[in-house]
């Protein structure tokens, strides 16, 4: 069992700045990779980056997010960030952590989303 929770949303004007903070917890040992995805009003949710946690740490950032957005670690805390900046009235949306664990191709475990709203 892995538990995420996030930290850090919040209301910002355009061009500001936000970092997500997602502190995991239980089998941290057994995990493959954390990421961040998010969820638009009335969209899908879409994976915005991730960062592999054995050995090589590569990350992954969509098209849309490359840039503005940093994925980091900090292994001490067993805390991942997201750090976002040129914010856009688009990248509105619920921010969720992701954990996914080794051997699963897809993501396993989910935090409660923490809200991420852009003003124009």
């Known amino acids: 069992q892995v538990q995420l929770v996030e930290s850090g949303g919040g209301l910002v004007q355009t061009g500001g700045s936000l970092r997500l903070s997602c502190a995991a917890s239980?089998?941290?040992?057994?995990?493959?990779?954390l990421g961040w995805y998010r969820q638009p009003p009335g969209k899908q949710r879409e994976l915005v980056a991730s960062?592999?946690?054995?050995?090589?740490?590569?990350?992954y950032y969509a098209d849309s997010v490359k840039g503005r957005m940093t994925i980091s670690r900090d292994n001490a805390k067993n805390t991942v960030y997201l750090q976002m900046d040129s914010l856009k009235p688009e990248d509105t949306a619920t921010y969720y952590c992701?954990?996914?664990?080794?051997?699963?191709?897809?993501?396993?475990?989910w935090g409660r989303g923490t809200q991420v709203t852009v003003s124009a």
């Open positions: 239980g089998s941290i040992l057994s995990m493959y990779a």
């Open positions: 992701a954990a996914r664990l080794r051997g699963s191709a897809a993501y396993n475990y």
């Open positions: 960062h592999s946690v054995v050995s090589g740490g590569s990350t």
